[in-house]
Nanobody, 126 residues
Framework: QVQLVESGGGSVQAGGPLRLSCAAS????????MGWFRQAPGKEREFVAGINWRGGYTKHADFVKGRFTISRDNAKNTVYLQMNSLKPEDTALYYC???????????????????WGQGTQVTVSS
């Protein structure tokens, strides 16, 4: 069992940065693939970024490439999403997800994740 708690969301002006954190409790965090997803009002939840259990492989959605970076610190049981050059269209509720057996090939698949956090709101104003 893994419990995930996101933090770091808030309101920011376009062009600014934010760093989201996802703290995981439970055993064997280092064995879990992790992902970030987001859901804007009236839209479906979508993949943002994922990272394998070692941290050596990452995948980012095309619309965040060059702006967002996922990383993890296994010693702290935490995964991060560094978001730079934020745009108003990045406004959404951001979720952290985890799964122990997820292949790196499927980091972008929501159904592959067994554990989800409650989300942290990011609001970008123009």
């Amino acid at each position: 069992q893994v419990q995930l708690v996101e933090s770091g969301g808030g309101s920011v002006q376009a062009g600014g940065p934010l760093r989201l954190s996802c703290a995981a409790s439970g055993r064997a965090f280092t064995m879990y693939a992790m992902g970030w997803f987001r859901q804007a009002p009236g839209k479906e939840r979508e993949f943002v970024a994922g990272i394998n259990w070692r941290g050596g492989y990452t995948k980012h959605a095309d619309f965040v490439k060059g702006r967002f970076t996922i990383s993890r610190d296994n010693a702290k049981n935490t995964v991060y999403l560094q978001m730079n050059s934020l745009k108003p269209e990045d406004t959404a509720l951001y979720y952290c997800a985890a799964d122990r057996s997820l292949s790196s090939d499927y980091l972008d698949r929501q159904l592959g994740y067994d554990y989800w956090g409650q989300g942290t709101q990011v609001t970008v104003s123009s």
